[in-house]
Every structure is written in C-alpha cells, then in structure tokens.
C-alpha cells in the first residue's frame, strides 16, 4: 500500500505507513523530531510505528552531520511525583519537587559490581498521564512507576518493573545514623557500613584526596551538621589541625568553657565509651597514645615491658581455664544480635552473618508487581556516567536484530520431537538475564574482545558480563523458533540483541548528549532528542560504540543460531551437519552511513530493518501468528527500510490485565511453548495482526516465505 503524508505542523514532512491515526502523544513526538535542524527531507513511520523514547520506535530518520542516540533504540521509565529520593544532604525529597527546581544534586548511584558511589543529578518531567504500575518489597515498601522502569538486580544487571517477579532479588540501598550523627551506608559488595562523607570523598567529587604531613586526613562538616555530605559542606583537614581549629572555637565561647557544659560534656562522653562505636573510638585513641609513648620513650619503654609477653601468656592461658574464662566465652558464643533488615534476634556474631547471607544476601526482594488503574505525570532522573540512583524505598533504579536459517529438510523429521527439542533448547540458550556457565572458545577469540577497553569508560566494568552473556537470548520480545513454511521446509528463526552490555553503553552516551546540550545551553524539545555533532569527540566515541555494540548482536546471534542448528541436526540427522539454503541476518535498532536522493546522511533505524534492492530481511509476527521472510524493494520515501515485526497493539501492562493463561493457551495451539502467567504480556492478541501490517508495506518488500512456529521459546 503507498505511503501517505501527515496532516501534521511538522517542519518536515512524515511519510507513514501505518493504517492508523497517530494519536496526540505520537503526534507530538514525531513534531519535535522534525523540530531538529539536521533532519533530512522527511522521516518515515512503517506500519508498527508506536510510542518509544524521544522518537516512535517503528521510525526512520535521515539526519545531516548528527545522529541522536536515543533514537537508535532505548526505552525509559519514570516515577509518580511523590516517589522520595535520599540526597547527600541527609534529606529526602519527592522527586516532583525536585524536578521544580531544576537545581543539580547529588545523590546515590551504584555501580554493577555493587559498589555505592554518589554522583550529580537532575530531575526532570518526562511524561504526562502515564499508566502506572506498583512494585511491593519485602520491606514493606511500595513503588509507583511506569510499567517500562528497570530496576537494578541483585547482581547488577536490570529488569523492568511489569516482569519483576516474585522474589526477584533488586540491589539494595541501606543507610542509618550513627551515634555521632553521621550517616552510614552499606557497601553491597562487601557488607560492610561506610561514613557517606568518605563515599562522595571516594567518588571523586571533592576532587584528589590530600595527604599531610604527619597527619591523618579527615573530613570536616563546615556547618557541624554531621549528616550534611553536600560537597560545598565538606572539607579535607589534617586531624591535628582539625582538633586546634575546634579548640580555637572553644577559646572564642564563653559558654564551652561553663562548668554547665563541662559537666554535659562528660556525661556525653561516659554515654559514648558504653557504646560498640564509642568504645572502639576510645580504644583506638588509647593505641594511638601508647604507640606515641613507645615511638619517644623507647628505652623506658623496654624496660617497663621487658617481661609482658610471658606474664600476659601466663595469664591468658589461666584466665581461658577458669570457671570465669570459660563462662565469658560462653556467654560470648550465645549472645544474640538484631537483624537490621528484618528485626529478628541472631544468635552468634557467625549465625547473624549467616542470616544476612542466606535470608537477605544483602538485598531487598519484590514481593508483588500490580498494574494499577489511575495515570499520573511521572518524572526521573539523570544520572550521567552510573545511569541509576538509589530510592529512600531502599533499592536501584535506571539494539536488535534478527536471524533466520533454511534447513534442507522437511518438517516430517520433527514429528514427535518438538517438547524434546524446546527443553534442550531452554536448556542449552540462558534466557532473561542469565549468561553462560560455560564459555565455547568461540567466543573468548572473538576479535571484538580487543576493543573493549576502547569503549566508553561507563563499561569497562562489565568486560565478564559481556563474555558470559555472549550466546544469550534475553528477555521481553526476544524469541527462538523453529518453523515450518508453506512447502513443509524446516527453518531456524531468533531475535535478540546487544544485551546487558549494548543497553550501558546507549544509556551512557545519551547522558553524555545530554549534559552537552545542557552545558551549551541547547533548547531541545524532548530532553532525549541531545545529539552529537559529526566531527567531534562525543560523535567519535559514540559511533565507535554504536558499531562495536552492533558486532556484539551480531556474533551474539551467530553463537545461538549455532547452538540451536545443532540441537536440531541432533533430533533430525543424528547430529550429523547440514548446510542451509538460505541464512538471513538482519539488524533493527541502529543507525548506518548511507546515501538517499543523492546525499550521504546518517539513517536511524528504529525498530525498523534495512530493505534496499535484493535485501533480505526478517518480518516476525507474535507467537502462534505467521512470520515472514521478505526481499527488499529499495523505495526511497522509507529510506529502503520496512517493519521489524507486529508491533504491539497493547502495552504489557494491559495485556497482563486483559488476557488470561486460558487465552494464552488458546491463541498458542500447534505451538509448542510455555502457556503461563509469565508470558501473557508476549500473547498474540497484545500484537498487531501480521497480515495487517504485511498489506501496508507491499511498495516496502516481497515476502519469499511464509512461516508459522511449531516450537516458541521466549525470553
């Protein structure tokens, strides 16, 4: 069917190829992209065009000299206004006011390895009356936010809010306030509690941590508010100076030296040596004196300690075996110790760390996820380089392609084998967020391994991550299938991407964007519209990454369709090896230096697959519906580009609300597949009809084969 232009106020024109009215949240977002001055001639929708981040996922856009990051292919979500974020400051504060101020702050990020660190923020609006989702911990906590929102898992990677389940265990954020008034917070990957004025020391923000002479260095609060980490609050001290410049402000007030405050003053004292941090405290000051004493009294020294050692063994060895001795330990071994996450009494210092361990593992658990009625404005933050930042609720929050293969054989082989076949597939392809146990020497000697310390310094930590997901299939609308097509032909059909790794890298370029068009002032009219300028740094650093990530999925594709050829070959031929007739593998999500109407421009493909002349390229439908393979026809007014798939009728949320596993059960028969409450929102009726959007892109591509699955794993 051709194209039609919009009706709409665009400053270019938009060509679509979909048979519905885009509604006024479309609309709007395909405005602003045209608002940029570096589009080019016009952006094409194709038919499974709906809303995505910053542009419609199911666009094409031409660009002069720029490409923009989100526009690739990234999703966002946000939080209901009164969602509390903890500061530095020591505060809380709803996330709406904050986004009312527009001030810069400093908040709490976590690193994948689990390390708390604090970084600059912003918070912004993002959207307008946005369907809501509620995510209940076991904290007796409960989060509101759109259902796309990811939150960071226990192991670093992240899962958005509407397929959290039960018992899914979320990075945690624990803080409370020592006797001194100082904050303290807990270090995930070590359990153990660190002052907050050290952790933005150590986050680099108050620049090189200093050394003096004959001094330790310390932190002063200028205003004396210990629970105060703002950076302008703090300051780096040598401790002896630290001690005079107090005792100069003793000197300077009356009150100090009153025998009122005196008496206070020692009353304070005696409460604190009583304490665990107290007593420590003056333990280490008394080492700290002796070891003064010893340093410039050595001589007396020696001679008042001459015998210590075998007077002290002597004792120890009486003390261990007397009646007292022995009760201490005793009553040592059985003393009991509170939980900080869940109150309850543990006996032992050994049993509490083992509580901890096994019951929490350091974190907090999702104890239900529940799509909500009512639509609220939602906002969020920007957290450049960490890209996530820590609830008062005590928990984290923050490219793909497709491949097909022919087979030489026809479906009659399979008969009786499918559920074997979809087990050993489950069994052999991690889905979700697992990776690999085992690395194939395949994938340790990809090349691209080489470049990785090229890439963005936001992922350098991720380099294991990276390896063990390699052969990975993902999670969402990530699919492998195997098909029959009208001539009983055998083929082999997956989608996946870039994974963990491919999703860091696009976030950490558009905070980069971001905090450029920020920082030149740049009025843009979506916040996820920042873009990088060709010939620049930033555009350098980001393209690099963009083709890296790329290569990524593709060898990420190549390693699975290896591994399911083969779980194929053994249930037909005996695991003896075919070559196929046709292979076809084809990128969405990313952008390509091509040239259109006789210019060289950037074209994004988002959601969308490339379809010049003699292209082949990958149409899925949704589960239990047909799939396509198609050849392109090189039409120009889409950019030689056509539909990636269905694209969703419903949000995952309302598909969750609207479907049941009986319908799953019934829209999936002939497919062998799970028919759960786990893949409801993956339902066919949550699509598009197939046929539909086939019909509208019949200018875009010839179909070559019609496939329809006989086995469906999901992600």
């Known amino acids: 069917m051709p194209h039609e232009q919009l009706n709409l106020s665009t400053a270019k024109p938009v060509l679509s190829w979909a048979n519905h009215e885009l509604d006024n949240r479309e609309a709007q977002m395909a405005q602003n992209v045209t608002s940029l001055p570096f589009v080019f001639k016009h952006v094409a929708l194709m038919p499974d065009v709906h809303l995505g981040k910053g542009a419609l996922v199911g666009s094409v856009i031409a660009t002069k000299d720029a490409v923009i990051p989100a526009a690739v292919g990234v999703d966002i979500g946000c939080f209901t206004g009164d969602t509390e974020i903890p500061l530095v400051d020591g505060k809380k504060y709803a996330i709406a006011e904050l986004a009312q101020q527009q001030r810069s702050i400093y908040v709490y990020a976590c690193t994948d390895s689990g390390k708390i660190v604090s970084a600059k923020a912003i918070a912004r609006k993002t959207r307008h009356n946005a369907s809501l989702v509620k995510v209940v911990l076991d904290n007796g906590r409960e989060i509101r936010c759109t259902p796309e929102h990811q939150f960071m898992l226990r192991d670093g990677s992240y899962q958005e809010a509407c397929n959290l389940q039960p018992d899914d265990s979320l990075m945690p954020f624990y803080s409370k306030t020592d006797k001194d008034g100082y904050t303290l917070i807990q270090q995930n990957y070590s359990g153990r509690w660190q002052k907050a004025h050290w952790i933005v020391a150590r986050s680099g923000i108050l620049g090189e941590i200093p050394k003096f002479e004959n001094q330790r260095t310390i932190i002063h609060h200028k205003n004396f508010n210990q629970a105060d980490n703002r950076p302008e609050n703090l300051e780096f001290m040598g401790n002896c100076d630290h001690s005079a410049y107090h005792r100069s402000l003793v000197d300077r007030n009356t009150h100090w030296q009153s025998p009122e405050f005196e008496a206070r003053r020692q009353k304070a004292l005696a409460a604190k040596a009583k304490s665990k941090e107290g007593y420590k405290y003056f333990a280490q000051r008394g080492t700290a004196n002796i070891l003064s ?20 063994k002597q004792y120890l060895v009486a003390y261990n075996q007397s009646d007292k001795g022995r009760a201490k330990s005793k009553e040592i071994a059985n003393r009991f110790y509170t939980c900080e996450t869940c109150g309850e009494e543990i006996k032992s210092p050994i049993g509490l ?20 009625e009512e639509k609220e404005d939602v906002y969020c933050l920007s ?3 960490y890209n996530n930042f820590a609830l008062s609720a005590g928990v984290f929050v923050h490219n793909c392609g497709m491949a097909a293969v022919k087979m030489p054989f ?18 052999s392809i991690p889905v979700g967020r697992w990776g690999n146990k085992r690395i194939e020497k395949n994938v340790t000697n990809w090349q691209g391994w080489r470049d990785f310390k090229e890439l963005h310094p936001g992922v350098q ?6 390896l063990q997901q390699m052969g990975s299939l993902g999670g969402g609308n990530h699919f492998i299938e195997l098909c029959l097509d009208t001539e009983n032909y ?18 950490c370029h558009i905070s980069t964007g971001k905090k450029l068009a920020e920082l030149a002032n740049i009025s843009l009219p979506d916040p996820d519209l920042a873009y990088f300028v060709a010939g620049t740094p930033e555009f350098a650093a980001y393209w690099r990454d963009l083709q890296w990530a790329q290569n990524y999925a593709r060898f990420n594709r190549d390693v699975m369709m290896g591994r399911f050829k083969k779980i194929v070959e053994e249930f037909v031929t005996g695991g003896k090896e075919i070559k196929p007739l046709l292979s076809v593998n084809c990128h969405h999500n990313y952008a390509e230096k091509e040239v259109h109407f006789g210019k060289e ?34 039409n120009h007014d889409s950019y030689c580009s056509c539909s990636h798939g269905a694209g969703r009728l419903m949000s995952r949320t309302k598909a969750k609300k609207e479907f049941t596993v009986e319908d799953v059960i019934e829209q999936t028969q002939g497919v062998e597949c799970r028919k759960d409450s786990k893949i409801i929102d993956e339902i066919p009726g949550a699509y598009k009809p197939i046929e539909q959007v086939m019909a509208q892109q019949n200018d875009l591509v010839e179909v070559v084969a019609t496939l329809k699955q006989v086995v469906c794993v999901k992600g």
């Open 383 to 385: 957290v450049p380089k």
């Open 601 to 634: 421009v950037y074209v994004t493909r988002k959601g969308a697959v490339r379809a010049k002349s003699e292209d082949y390229g990958i149409i899925p439908g949704s589960m239990g519906t047909k799939s396509y393979i198609v050849k392109g026809k090189g």
């Open 353 to 372: 760390h083992n509580h901890r361990k096994y019951e929490h593992g350091y974190n907090h658990k999702v104890v239900a996820m529940i799509s909500l």
């Open 293 to 312: 004493y010893m340093q410039n009294n050595p001589e007396h020294f020696h001679q008042s300690v001459a015998r210590n050692g075998e007077r002290g």
């Open 461 to 466: 930590d991720l380099d294991n991550k990276a």
């Open 410 to 427: 026809t479906g009659d082989g399979l008969e009786g084998k499918l559920k074997k076949i979809r087990h050993q597939i489950e069994r």
């Open 490 to 507: 055998v083929w082999l059909m997956l989608h996946s991407g870039s994974r963990h790794i491919g999703n860091k890298l696009a976030q």
